[in-house]
């Protein structure tokens, strides 16, 4: 998984809280990137880091946020987490632009809401 | 609107023979394509990039064609192995620069039968 390591790697919380996923990566890789997988819509980008304190939104970023203090670290949060956010989330990291590079990807996390 | 199709339903295949997968894609004009592999609980893992003034592309047993005229890929795996049973995704690159993102298929599932 090219030392990309996710947090939590499940976790359940109720409709109303906030939550916080965390991936860390070893490779120093200047882009990182959050997805999310559901059935019947394969992977999804959240939002996207192109540099510390440079991030952009993906396509579904309604209801999260992200921020990057530190070359390792991408932090993606649910301000208030709802039904619909219920999903696995995968972290992912990128030496180079996506036009001529692999994404490294970490195990997921599987979130729920109740 | 754009769109990626890879078939949804599961390939079986006997081992030996060459699996064929397709991905199609409407409105797009990618001039990146890219292959992944994903095993059950697992993140992504990257197995080909070809872009599209290559029209094919090869890495072992493994096989992919791209054609811009038909908006296809096409990737094959030649004497597959019970161990290729995995989903695969396709995912074309959006944008230039560092906006440039991976926008992925559904995948499809293959499963090789001793």
């Known amino acids: 998984d090219a030392g990309i390591t996710q947090s939590p790697r499940h976790k359940v919380t109720e409709t109303g809280t906030p939550v916080t996923l965390r991936c860390h990566q070893t490779?120093?890789?200047?882009?990182m990137y959050w997805y999310r997988q559901d059935p019947g819509h394969g992977l999804r980008l959240i939002h996207y880091?192109?540099?510390?304190?440079?991030?952009d939104k993906g396509e579904v970023s309604d209801g999260y946020s992200v921020s990057r203090s530190k070359t390792e670290d991408f932090l993606l949060t649910l301000e208030s987490a709802t039904s619909s956010q219920t999903s696995v989330y995968f972290c992912?990291?990128?030496?180079?632009?996506?036009?001529?590079?692999?994404?490294?990807f970490g195990p997921g996390t599987r979130l729920t809401v109740l | 609107s754009q769109k990626i199709e890879q078939n949804s339903e599961a390939l079986n295949i006997q081992e030996g023979k060459t699996a064929t997968l397709t991905c199609n894609y409407t409105?797009?004009?990618?001039?990146?394509l890219q292959w992944y592999r994903q095993d059950p609980g697992r993140g992504p893992v990257f197995l080909l990039l070809i872009r599209e003034n290559e029209k094919e592309k090869r890495k072992e047993r493994l096989k992919v064609t791209f054609d811009t005229t038909l908006k296809q890929s096409l990737f094959h795996i030649t004497a597959s192995q019970p161990a290729d049973s995995a989903t695969y995704l396709c995912a074309l690159v959006k944008g230039t620069g560092t906006a440039s993102k991976l926008t992925f298929g559904t995948g499809t599932r293959l499963q090789v039968t001793l």
């Open positions: 490779e120093n890789h200047r882009y």
């Open positions: 992912a990291t990128g030496p180079g632009l996506a036009t001529v590079d692999t994404q490294y």
């Open positions: 880091s192109y540099g510390v304190k440079d991030t």
């Open positions: 409105n797009y004009s990618p001039a990146y």
